[in-house]
Structure formats: C-alpha cells, structure tokens
C-alpha cells in the first residue's frame, strides 16, 4: 500500500525548496553545493498557505555564482553578496519554524532534504528540522496511480492549474509544491488523461 494511504495526520506541512550554487562544467561539485535561497511555507490541514519564509544565502566555498547558475536560478550576484550566511539565516528560520509542532517536512524529492543536512554539517551547527521528511514527488505518482515521476513544472501542469511565479526559484516552488498537497495528503485527484504514457 503507497505510503500516502496510510498517512498519519498532520496539522501543518513544511513545505522547504532551496536553490544552491551550481555548474553545468563541474566546478562545483555536489559535496561543495551550498543553499542560495531558501524558501519555505506553512500550509495547514486545510491545505492553505498559512506563513513563509524566504531569504537569500551567502555562499562560503563557491562566493561567485556561475553564469549556468544565473540563467536557472534568476538570482543575481548582488542578491547573494548581499544576504547573510547560512548559520544567520538559520538563526532566523529556527524561530519562524519553533510555533508548528506538529508538522511534516515536505520537499518535492529527497534533494532539499540532502542538501539542509550537508550545509548543516559544513557550518558545524544542529539541523532545525526535525521533523518527518516526506517526498512529495514520489508520494505524488503513487497516490494518483501514475506511471512515473512527473517534475515539479510538469506536475502542477498534469493537475490542471497554472505555475505560479518563476520556476526554480525556492518560495514560488514551494509554493506550488503547496499547491500540489492536497493530490498527496487530500482527497483531490488529477483529471484522467488517455494515453497518460504517453504524455
């Protein structure tokens, strides 16, 4: 039975999505990536975006962001130079977190998961999630019976609704991954489609 059948209730969903420095050359590798934007909402039983949270991120290792990094992400040099570290930005985060409990840690795949864990692990300083982790885009394709892993754009386009803000970017994903819950937790389904494998 898909883990979302069998899903325990939550009163709120932390839905987190980061950017983080990249190449398309290699020159950063994926052990040296670091957050440059961090986006997060809160979404209760009801499926609505209750809170968020977003801050850019200055990176330590990899200070100039790569030209391929630009173009996917839309954040600009300045943004990054211009944001605090990510022990600050923790330091911020920990405290908007700290009044929803009784959470679930969502993230669209386990790479947003990764890569909080790796960065916490490089500044030496205690993860502030501690709650349950839950890959909304498996649970996605297995709740609604579909053939495959669809990616976030492609997702929210299979549902019928609109990508809402600039993808790749942390808090307009989140907030369509947001968008996408109630097809994980709730009871909505995506409209039938012949040939789905083919789409």
């Known amino acids: 039975m898909p883990e979302a059948m069998t899903e325990p209730a939550f009163s709120h969903y932390l839905v987190i999505d980061f950017e983080a420095t990249c190449c398309d050359r290699g020159t950063v590798p994926r052990r040296e990536m670091e957050i440059i934007e961090f986006g997060a909402v809160i979404v209760d039983a009801e499926f609505r975006i209750v809170d968020e949270f977003q801050r850019f991120v200055r990176p330590q290792r990899h200070q100039t962001l790569t030209p391929f990094c630009v173009a996917l992400t839309s954040i600009a040099q300045s943004d990054v130079d211009a944001a605090p570290t990510f022990p600050e930005c923790l330091a911020e985060f920990?405290?908007?977190?700290?009044?929803?409990?009784?959470?679930?840690?969502?993230?669209?795949?386990?790479?947003?998961?990764?890569?909080?864990?790796?960065?916490?692990?490089?500044?030496?300083?205690?993860?502030?999630?501690?709650?349950?982790?839950?890959?909304?885009?498996?649970?996605?394709?297995?709740?609604?019976?579909?053939?495959?892993?669809?990616?976030?754009?492609?997702?929210?386009?299979?549902?019928?609704?609109?990508?809402?803000?600039?993808?790749?970017?942390?808090?307009?994903?989140?907030?369509?991954?947001?968008?996408?819950?109630?097809?994980?937790?709730?009871?909505?389904?995506?409209?039938?489609?012949?040939?789905?494998?083919?789409?």
């Open 94 to 199: 920990a405290p908007w977190l700290r009044p929803y409990r009784d959470v679930a840690f969502c993230s669209w795949g386990d790479y947003d998961r990764d890569q909080l864990q790796q960065d916490c692990e490089y500044h030496r300083i205690p993860n502030p999630v501690s709650a349950p982790h839950r890959n909304v885009k498996r649970l996605f394709s297995e709740r609604q019976q579909l053939p495959k892993k669809y990616g976030l754009a492609q997702a929210v386009a299979r549902v019928g609704a609109r990508f809402v803000g600039t993808h790749h970017r942390g808090i307009d994903d989140a907030r369509n991954i947001a968008a996408l819950l109630p097809f994980v937790f709730g009871d909505a389904r995506v409209p039938s489609v012949v040939a789905e494998s083919a789409s």
